[in-house]
């Protein structure tokens, strides 16, 4: 078990949370519209080959938002801040859902965010025939029920999802839940613009999705390889939305193959 | 003492146990449920019934508005205003009111409100509401900006009506160009501004603030004592002290011959407190719109929810007023001598409430109850 740090950086007129472990070259991981998790099993195994980056997002977490942090694209803007204040230009990144979206925006404006990008169950495009289920009007006890396919091989649930949460807590996801509806509500979890825009994007791509996700259809992976040319498509079967917490070992074996 | 008379103009022509089938009767229950017709026929109902309770002596007629539900009919106060600018000739319209945050044109919002003032030649008073959650979801509104673009609404209608234009308008929701209609209110510097609340601190404050009148809905005789109270000590930090004229309550009310009658007609209102005040907290709060202290003021200023009372607590808690002429002057005086409100905003048709017991019920309070509370 390696130990991760927590710190805090100042970026843009606030404080970032970051919790970083490991050691080799940077990575940096992007969580998604549930909020910052923290360092699990999956990044516990990145970090015996890299020095893991995980921040919470502007108004996630103990991150301060910005108040220029409205939208996606704000964020993205954020981001690329953070990067060459901290030395971090083109490192590999992974993106889960939220924050795959994330990493296609800031792949879309600039040449040098990453030198290698995992997008994993990616909001941001617009599926064809499904939809982006709607997290917000449902509660979060049914978005649980939906993010994983099979509770039963989830390695973390008690640890995760076991407890009940404290007060400090639910007031935590509260919060979260808060920013991501800032950042996400009209259009709905995604950019019409985007699929567009990620012509321009040159780095190896490795698009990652469960075969069950329950919330952003896997019809998504195949419109993210459309986009960006030379991407490749992994899907895992048997599982849902966050392969890194339902199936952390298949994910970091696809993660470390690829990066 | 104002009387206002107001019905939500529900839709309660279909098994209302339909409701169980889906998580609310609003937002999402299918509209398969609604016929053109019925509706046609009621909508005219309830116009006719506004324009009887202007000739019985109300003082004035109150319209609301929301969206995907049959508990609410009218979709859009600033049309039911212009027809009942139109079929009366005494009444105050008390539109409660445009909802501001899901505006995306505040300029047509002031051009409207004035036509109708225009029209009214003056009678209009403007309600503006933030909106319950549903309306967010139904309009698309990002939730979080709700109070800000209240605000921001409010701040640009009020200086259309009052700068001479052109203007420009650079905001943080709202951009113009050339802010210059044609048509302004009658009433000057602007129609009074009325805003209703159910609990949040912030609504209190900024309409104290602004002076406007504030108008407590369907809570408890404790909660509005509260509510007033707080509007009170902000005015008094402000150097000023609020009339009655500044406080208004909303409750259900029905009156028929006897105690005995109006206790069975007043079943009827039973169907408004059920099922349309049901369905997931997302429906009603989405994330975002309620502050921290909001929502703690939401959740005390209820000990039970409406729907989970019955109809003997409703009337209790005076929730529901029902009864004799006499019993009913008796209850709404002591509830207009507990809060010391100038207005009484009475929802005297409610849920399956007839024709015949609402056109009854309007001509006791006219003839009886109004002329009895103006003492």
């Known amino acids: 078990m390696l130990n991760f740090t927590e710190e805090t950086i100042s970026v843009a007129g606030g404080n970032l949370q970051v919790y970083k472990g490991g050691s080799g070259d940077p990575l940096l991981v992007l969580h998604g519209a549930g909020g910052n998790a923290g360092p699990r099993r999956y990044a516990q195994a990145l970090a015996e080959q890299f020095t893991v980056y995980l921040p919470s997002h502007p108004g996630y977490g103990k991150s301060d938002r910005p108040g220029w942090v409205e939208s996606m694209q704000d964020l993205a803007c954020f981001y690329t801040w953070f990067q060459e204040q901290e030395g971090l230009e083109n490192v590999r990144a992974i993106g889960f859902s939220m924050g795959g979206w994330l990493a296609a925006e800031m792949l879309s404006m600039t040449g040098h965010a990453f030198s290698k990008v995992m997008l994993v169950g990616a909001a941001g495009i617009k599926p064809n025939d499904g939809e982006i289920t709607d997290i917000f009007i449902i509660s979060p006890a049914q978005v649980r029920d939906l993010v994983y396919h099979d509770p039963s091989q989830v390695p973390e649930w008690d640890e995760l999802l076991g407890t009940d949460p404290t007060p400090e807590q639910v007031q935590q996801a509260e919060g979260d839940r808060e920013m991501a509806i800032r950042l996400t509500w009209r259009p709905y979890m995604h950019n019409p613009r985007l699929p567009a825009k990620l012509g321009r994007v040159s780095v190896p791509t490795h698009i990652l999705w469960g075969e069950n996700d329950n919330l952003v259809p896997v019809e998504c992976a195949g419109l993210y390889q459309q986009a960006i040319a030379g991407s490749q498509v992994t899907v895992i079967p048997n599982c849902g939305h966050s392969p890194q917490i339902e199936k952390p070992d298949d994910f970091v074996q696809a993660a470390l193959a690829f990066l | 003492m104002d009387v206002f008379y107001f019905t939500e103009m529900p839709y309660a022509e279909f098994p ?360």
């Open chain 2, 16 to 375: 209302e146990s339909e409701a169980e089938k889906f998580p609310s009767m609003r937002l999402t229950f299918p509209n398969t449920y609604f016929d053109p017709k019925t509706a046609s026929g009621l909508m005219n109902r309830y116009l006719d019934e506004y324009q009887y309770a202007e000739e019985m002596g109300f003082d004035g007629l109150m319209i609301n508005e929301h969206h995907n539900t049959p508990s609410c009919m009218d979709v859009e106060v600033n049309i039911t205003g212009g027809i009942l600018a139109r079929i009366t000739n005494r009444a105050k319209i008390l539109m409660l009111g445009n909802m501001l945050p899901t505006s995306d044109n505040p300029v047509r919002l002031a051009e409207e409100i004035a036509l109708l003032d225009v029209i009214s030649g003056g009678r209009i008073i403007s309600g503006f509401v933030r909106g319950i959650g549903i309306e967010s979801w139904a309009n698309n509104t990002n939730p979080i900006h709700n109070r800000e673009r209240f605000e921001e609404c409010h701040d640009l209608v009020v200086k259309t009506w009052t700068t001479p234009g052109p203007f420009r308008w650079e905001g943080n929701h709202y951009h113009y160009r050339a802010v210059n209609p044609w048509m302004l209110p009658v009433q000057k510097p602007h129609p009074p501004v009325w805003v209703p609340g159910t609990g949040s601190p912030e609504t209190v404050e900024w309409t104290a603030r602004h002076r406007y009148t504030y108008a407590a809905f369907l809570t408890p005789l404790e909660v509005a004592k509260n509510l007033f109270a707080r509007y009170r000590e902000y005015a008094a930090a402000d150097g000023w002290e609020p009339g009655p004229e500044k406080f208004a309550f909303m409750i259900c009310a029905h009156v028929n011959d006897t105690d005995e009658k109006a206790q069975e007609s007043g079943k009827a209102f039973l169907w408004r407190m059920n099922y349309p005040l049901r369905g997931p907290r997302e429906y009603w709060s989405p994330p975002g719109y309620t502050s921290r202290a909001g929502a703690a003021a939401v959740a005390a200023r209820r000990p039970t929810p409406l729907h989970e009372m019955t109809y003997r607590e409703l009337q209790d808690r005076y929730h529901l007023v029902v009864g004799s002429p006499e019993t009913v002057i008796r209850k709404l005086r002591h509830i207009r001598d507990e809060l010391g409100v100038g207005s009484l905003l009475l929802e005297a048709q409610g849920g399956q409430l007839s024709h015949s017991d609402t056109m009854r019920s309007i001509e006791l309070f006219g003839k009886e109850v109004i002329p009895a509370l103006k003492d």
